[in-house]
């Protein structure tokens, strides 16, 4: 089975400029364009003398990974990009855009490939030149995607050293039966030692989904729009082809509260992660409730907070974030247990917090404190255009169209305790949670025993 | 899931032999530079009305220098204290949720000389904001329960979580503890179990009143601010006590062995070498250096840079290497240095991030062959003006937001610099000539004085290794250019620096940060 399309692509072949919508919560205007193959262009207009940031993002992640033994690839294939084309190497592209001064990187998450350089406006037609360029014709051999692939392991082995890793692993893996979302985004370390095995399959992702009707250009920063565009248009115009839907299977019911414990072989303070499935971002309702729930819950204001962390002392750090997902997700929290004594009462604790919210019970001073607080933060983290473009990549890749952000903070500022309390009695329920905790073990780790 | 970093914090004073060619090194760093005696607050303001934010900071000279022997940490905690404690009119939990609804923020970040309490709110928060502020520096609560909460949170950090889930943090603050053992440097920021188990509730009072003085103060603010913001902040925060300035540093003179392996459980290898130079800002062949370290290894900004592209990009055999010409901090979120972490004494370090286990003899070759390359033969024409061009450019980030751009104000300050930083470097670069970049590397980089730590499993076997000089071949899955296998051939039996066994110490990451 596969998931229909949370939100569908507006693909309107007209590329005149829309007129500039007026700014909602969100601090800086969106003016969006589309050229005939499909690509969305959004521009954000920034007070930033001489200097912009340039994204390439496309709709593509560890979602996508659906074949058993490929997990991580949409992760390797964001490094291959990097390998360049028979115009510009490698080589020749770090070098061009270091000449240029240009910060430049990627990353790759659930549901997003994102590339970016930020830096000297004047720049930008070069960059635009480069990364149409390094999409539309990329070109690389077996022997440096063998070799890539071994700069991805030292990725994944840097990030085994930390427990979180191993929880943030465990938690998905048993949450998720069907779902790609089951996979961390690095991928399992059997098939990252796998990887130089996939040089097809790399070049089918290539094919599948590097297209111009999944991707979106988004520029922030100090530029003439009309110019910028004109050059998009015409390093980006002549690319061609059609993405694929990726057919993710769809989750179903948990039907009953699940559990799971893994050893470390160090000294470590207990890590504790619980996890609700929960709708995705094509449920508006949904997840405007979820962005006020989480800090209202576990945030540092929360009740939670102040008496696990700085009355009792049993959780040295509750941490966690809700973070929009284009399928259903899940909506968690992580607790790091001062002791393993801790573990009890803490889940209890949770356990009384949510049943509050489920009868009602919500802090009402609080609710319209969280409501500020998402606010100020809009405009404090969108304090340069890369910060700025981050925020828009992220709503943008799970519904594509970056405006959704707008729409959701718009809807925030309604929720209302009798929403809240719907949504914790509808999904914070036990069969729908999934629990993990990783913590020192005499015995050898169930994975991974040689760390 | 994933926890927020460990915070900036380790050590311990390794008793490490001094002995063997590479061992001491009797070089001695210039001196500190010249700290201000005042009995008001130095002031700062940049203000930019159009702005939606203000950005304060609040900067001490003060730091784990100021730790008294026995009590290492106590100025990282006593700042933890101040920030997060809560003050006589809010307890901790309530001023948490009096910041939040202007999702202001407020932390306290300690380096070995300085302390900065950074503020940022919105425009229409501030007049709520300042007065919370003012009271964490003046009126802090001293709750023995907070005391205890952050104190046992900061052995936490060291114990579960230096030694345990971080190796390349544990690598880098081991680095740290061979280059400055001995030195008020010597022990990291954060503290050791020890020091931290002794610290007692009138000890971090007392601490308060000696360090987080006027003496030691610069009120600094930037953004939508109206009126004279650090003038009025002065004023409010006069009633802190007068205290008298610092005392001035030694030069630290490293004494530790070539390799100090660590041996901890752990599936990867993470490497970092380095050592200590007299060169800082505002020093005539800084600026130079700046250019021919980035040329090494630029931090995070891929393979138009000698250590990545040979090391990872070439070989494949990690996700990243990076040479650094001061003391550096990552800014959260991004690649940038963070601002005010400056440093009398400066150290030139290479990160070689983590490699498999039975690559770790090679890597470490690897990393050295570069640097003795780069070191004598300096850079060509082409990379020279390929490195200054991206600094020209990249370096606008530096100071691309108020917040930023008060940090690096202070930090000019702070290196008594008439001129400021930035702007020195931007000017140079343009005139900077390759004979002087050169000349710069060959005056003060001697690869011989590297020290290199080592987190891994099997330190003992690696030890045995590297005594015995075993050469580390090297083969790949795929194939490889002619002379990328003969510079490995070069590579494999690349000289260690080694004379005597005693060159190599080990020990096990149990005994790092304990006292």
């Known amino acids: 089975m596969t998931l229909a399309l949370a939100l569908s692509l507006s693909l309107a072949a007209a590329a ?39 994204f390439t993002v496309f709709r593509v992640g560890s979602r996508n990974e659906v074949e058993p033994g490929r997990s991580g690839f949409a992760h390797f294939f964001e490094h291959l990009t990097f390998r360049g084309t028979k115009s510009h190497s490698g080589q020749d592209w770090e070098r061009i855009t270091k000449s240029l001064g240009l910060d430049t990187n990627a990353f790759t998450d659930d549901d997003v490939t994102a590339y970016w350089l930020s830096g000297a406006a004047a720049a930008l037609p070069t960059v635009i030149a480069l990364e149409a360029d390094r999409f539309m014709n990329l070109d690389y051999g077996e022997d440096d995607f063998k070799v890539e692939s071994r700069a991805v392991l030292g990725e994944l082995l840097k990030s085994q050293a930390s427990p979180d890793f191993e929880l943030e692993e465990a938690g998905r893996e048993l949450a998720f039966t069907r779902h790609t979302y089951r996979h961390t985004t690095i991928g399992y370390e059997r098939d990252v030692r796998d990887m130089p095995s996939g040089y097809r399959y790399s070049l089918e992702l290539y094919r599948r989904f590097y297209r111009p009707d999944n991707a979106m250009v988004l520029v922030v920063g100090d530029f003439d729009e009309e110019q910028v565009f004109e050059e998009i248009r015409r390093r980006y115009g002549p690319w061609k082809g059609r993405g694929e839907e990726a057919r993710v299977e769809v989750e179903p019911p948990q039907g009953k509260e699940k559990e799971t414990r893994r050893g470390w072989p160090t000294p470590i303070l207990p890590r504790l992660w619980s996890g609700w499935h929960t709708p995705g971002a094509a449920d508006l309702d949904a997840t405007a409730a979820q962005l006020v729930l989480w800090p209202l819950l576990f945030g540092r204001p929360s009740a939670l907070y102040r008496e696990l962390v700085l009355e009792k002392h049993l959780v040295e750090e509750l941490g966690g974030e809700f973070q929009p997902h284009r399928d259903p997700y899940l909506f968690g929290y992580q607790a790091i247990l001062k002791s393993a004594a801790a573990e009890e009462p803490t889940r209890a604790a949770t356990e009384r917090a949510v049943a509050e919210v489920a009868a009602g019970r919500v802090d009402e001073g609080l609710l319209a404190d969280v409501k500020s607080n998402l606010l100020a933060t809009l405009l404090l983290q969108t304090d340069t255009p890369y910060r700025t473009g981050i925020w828009l990549v992220y709503y943008g890749a799970v519904t594509g169209d970056p405006g959704y952000l707008d729409r959701v903070i718009q809807r925030v500022k309604a929720v209302s305790p009798q929403d809240l309390s719907a949504f914790a009695q509808r999904w914070l329920v036990p069969a729908n949670r999934t629990t993990a905790l990783v913590a020192t073990s005499a015995a050898p780790a169930a994975k991974g025993a040689a760390r | 899931m994933s926890r927020p970093g460990l915070a900036a914090l380790l050590a311990l004073p390794l008793a490490l032999a001094c002995a063997g060619p590479a061992a001491t090194d009797g ?73 939040y609804p202007m999702a202001a923020e407020l932390e306290a970040v300690t380096d070995e000389e300085t302390t900065v309490f950074a503020g940022r709110c919105t425009k229409d928060a501030l007049e709520r904001f300042l007065p919370i502020l003012v009271d964490v520096l003046r009126r802090p609560r001293f709750d023995p329960r907070e005391m205890e909460r952050l104190r046992s949170r900061a052995i936490d950090a060291i114990v579960n979580g230096l030694r345990a889930e971080s190796d390349e943090e544990l690598g880098k603050e081991a680095l740290a503890l061979a280059l400055y053992g001995g030195h008020p440097y010597g022990h990291f920021v954060g503290g050791t179990v020890q020091g931290l188990k002794s610290i007692t509730a009138e000890d971090i009072q007392t601490h308060w009143k000696r360090v987080f003085t006027l003496a030691r103060l610069t009120v600094g603010a930037a953004g939508a601010y109206e009126g004279d913001l650090p003038a009025r902040l002065a004023r409010e925060l006069s009633g802190l006590p007068a205290g008298s300035p610092r005392a001035t540093l030694p030069a630290p003179v490293t004494a530790a062995p070539r390799f100090l392996l660590i041996e901890k459980a752990t599936p990867s290898t993470a490497i970092s070498m380095g050592f200590t130079w007299d060169v800082r800002r505002g020093d005539p062949d800084f600026p130079a250096l700046v250019v021919a370290v980035s040329a090494l290894g630029e931090h995070r900004q891929g393979a138009a840079f000698r250590l990545f592209d040979e090391l990872r990009e070439i070989r494949g055999l990690n996700y990243g290497d990076y040479a650094y010409p001061e003391h550096f901090v990552q800014a959260p979120g991004g690649a940038l240095p963070a601002v005010n972490h400056p440093r009398s004494y400066q150290e030139f370090t290479v990160w070689i991030r983590p490699v498999e286990p039975q690559h770790r003899l090679f890597a470490i070759r690897a990393a050295l062959y570069e640097i003795d390359r780069w070191a004598k033969r300096g850079l060509t024409q082409e990379e020279l003006d390929r490195v200054k061009q991206f600094l020209a450019g990249y370096t606008l980030s530096f100071d691309q937001t108020d917040s930023r751009k008060l940090g690096y104000a202070l930090d000019d300050r702070f290196y008594g610099l008439e001129r400021p930083w930035l702007e020195t470097l931007r000017a140079r670069l343009g005139a900077l000539k390759l004979e002087e970049v050169n000349a710069a590397l060959r005056r003060h980089v001697d690869p011989a004085r590297l020290r290199i730590a080592v987190a891994t499993h099997g330190a003992a076997e690696l030890a045995a290794e590297l005594r015995r000089g075993d050469p580390s071949p090297m083969t790949y899955a795929g194939p490889k250019p002619p002379a990328v296998l003969a510079a490995d051939e070069v590579i494999a039996r690349f000289p260690l620096g080694l004379a005597r066994p005693q060159d190599v110490k080990v020990v096990r990451v149990e005994e790092l940060f304990e006292r």
């Open chain 1, 16 to 54: 005149a400029p829309a007129p500039a919508p007026a700014p909602g919560p969100f601090p800086y205007p969106i003016h969006r364009r589309t050229l005939e193959n499909g690509l969305q262009i959004f521009f954000v207009p920034y007070d930033s003398p001489r200097l912009a940031a340039f």
């Open chain 2, 27 to 99: 070089r001695v760093t210039r001196t500190a530079p010249p700290f201000r005696a005042s009995g008001t607050p130095l002031q700062l303001g940049l203000p930019a009305p159009a702005r939606p934010t203000v950005s304060v900071r609040l900067f001490f000279l003060a730091g784990a220098v100021d730790d008294p022997p026995g009590k290492e940490g106590l100025t990282a905690l006593t700042a933890a204290v101040m920030a997060e404690g809560g003050t006589e009119r809010l307890s901790s939990a309530e001023l948490a949720r009096a910041l």
